[in-house]
């Protein structure tokens, strides 16, 4: 169950169920359902593992203003951040002197965002949230962002309904997600062999980076503007690459863990992790590793 986000990437795409718009009963109910609050209780765990902080900073840190100056904040904003981590994007927005509120599922981060924001000089709240059932009221933000957080919660067009029903018309919601080919595609192609198989209807992050797939989830319910960026991730060798996502990542160490009373599988994601690092690296000849993920900057505009 815990890692039920990250698995069988392809199988997931084929066999998604059809979306509906998600109306308050849906969300009751995905808060009440046994099922899903057990999926949820283990993605929580899954993301309290490591050193998410560190991870964070040592690798995506350089995306947070990205989705800030693409979302527009703006001083005296209300500004929701959805799956926020540790603070990657919300503490840019408190920075901008936007009120802030930073959402995620796993508060066991939350602490080490605190301490960062209060040595940035910011404050804003932290809130405890499932991206499929925000805990606000409809409207009631200028700015709703995520940086590669909503897309990992296991039904996309629930998230998609809820980001647009607590941000106000006219407002602004920002994302960036993965793209399912080149590297990132490749990097959840290893782990897709090894989590557990997940549950039905539970849908691979990666699919958010299909354009297609978007302008699906929002409909006509908002005005999209998608581009197609690259940001890079190093490390000195790709032994230390995947060295640091042993000690950080939740969803690796979740896998190793997963596999401990398998050695000989355990074994075999080690190598498959190193081979991906290995022939995936676009870093000078005999230099430093240097990895490009793709992905889509989507920037919506709700309709008034």
Known sequence: MALAALARIEELGRQAEPRRRTDMKTREQTKNDPADRELKAGMRAMWALGNYHR???ELIWELGPVIVEAAGVRPGQRVLDVAAGTG?????AAEAGADVVAS??????FEAGRRHARERGVALEWMEADAEALPFSDDEFD???????AIFAPHHQRVADELVRVCKPGGTIAMAAFTPDGVGGAFFEVFGRYAPPPPPGVEPP????NEDHVRSLFGDRVTLQITRREYIERAPTPEAYCAFFHETFGPV??????LADDPARSAAFDRDFLDFATRSTR?????HAEYP???LLVVARKCA
């Open 293 to 295: 993920y793709g992905y």
């Open 283 to 287: 870093g000078p000849a005999g230099g």
């Open 88 to 92: 990657n994007v919300a503490i840019r």
């Open 104 to 109: 995620d599922l796993a508060p066991e981060n």
């Open 55 to 57: 991870f964070a900073t």
């Open 206 to 209: 990666t699919t958010w980076g």
């Open 143 to 149: 700015v709703v962002t995520s940086s590669f957080g």
């Open 253 to 258: 160490i979740a896998i190793r863990r997963s």
